[in-house]
């Protein structure tokens, strides 16, 4: 499918099965760097974000994926926040509309827009801490992954934002996801809790008391030491973690 024809179909108000074909085709086609601009440009943004507030649950969790990866653009980031993109996909979340799919995405879609300080202002200031940690302590398996990522970008904003994710109660369900998530969780995870652990010293030891009263320290240490990784290899899972934004 063409862009000019997603495009189409994408306006086909009522349609639910030719815009989730469209939202579709936008997440395959914004897979290439090359295409993303062209894809912003013809103004399929705020069509994207209309569906993830108004579509039908298929289309919600494909117009997600799409945001997703436009987002990976820095640019972009800012295209979706003038959109509305932050606050729509922020209420994705947080709605229990029987998608895991489609809350995973959306926290995906936040994690790529958590990695510019701006938009991170805004999913700070729209009160999206609670709702994440609140969703890591209690989403899929999936869902508490995407989360993961979203919390480990937004503690490399600030030391406001290190503190309100730890006074959040953002640490414990981060610590119980690295000892029991799956592999691909355990180490998102472990990459938000090592974001924190590296700005320990300018949070004058708040984050530390914290994660070595939970022994989250030597769980970290395992999994540095459980997965097979050395110095010159990286296994799968580590290495996609260590990525700040990332397609799906």
């Known amino acids: 499918m063409d862009l000019g024809f997603a495009l189409k179909l994408l306006r086909d108000v009522g349609n639910d099965e030719a815009q989730e074909a469209a939202a579709r085709a936008l997440v395959l086609l914004a897979v290439d760097d090359c295409n993303k601009a062209v894809i912003a440009a013809a103004g399929s943004v705020p069509l994207l974000v209309d569906l993830v507030e108004h579509g039908s649950v298929g289309a919600k969790e494909q117009a997600c994926w799409a945001l997703t990866n436009l987002a990976v653009n820095p640019c972009l980031r800012r295209v979706i926040a003038e959109a509305s993109g932050v606050e729509t996909l922020l209420l994705a979340v947080v709605e229990d509309d029987g998608s895991d799919l489609c809350q995973a995405m959306a926290a995906a879609a936040l ?36 989360v993961a990522w979203a919390l480990g970008n937004l503690a490399c904003s600030s030391p406001d934002v290190r503190l309100a994710l730890a006074g959040a109660g953002a640490i414990p369900p981060l610590i119980e996801l690295l000892r029991s998530g799956t592999y691909g969780a355990r180490a998102r995870a472990g990459r938000a809790l090592a974001v924190l652990t590296s700005h320990m010293a300018d949070e004058k030891g708040v984050l530390a008391r914290a994660l070595e009263g939970l ?32 397609q799906l």
């Open 111 to 146: 994690a790529n827009m958590a990695w510019d300080d701006d938009t991170a202002a805004i999913i700070m200031g729209m009160g999206a801490i609670d709702a994440l940690v609140d969703l890591e302590r209690s989403g899929s398996a999936l869902v508490k992954e995407m």
């Open 215 to 246: 022994g989250a320290l030597q769980d970290l240490g395992q999994l540095a030491g459980s997965c097979g990784c050395t110095p010159t290899y990286k296994c799968g899972p580590c290495a996609h973690a260590e990525f700040s934004v990332i």
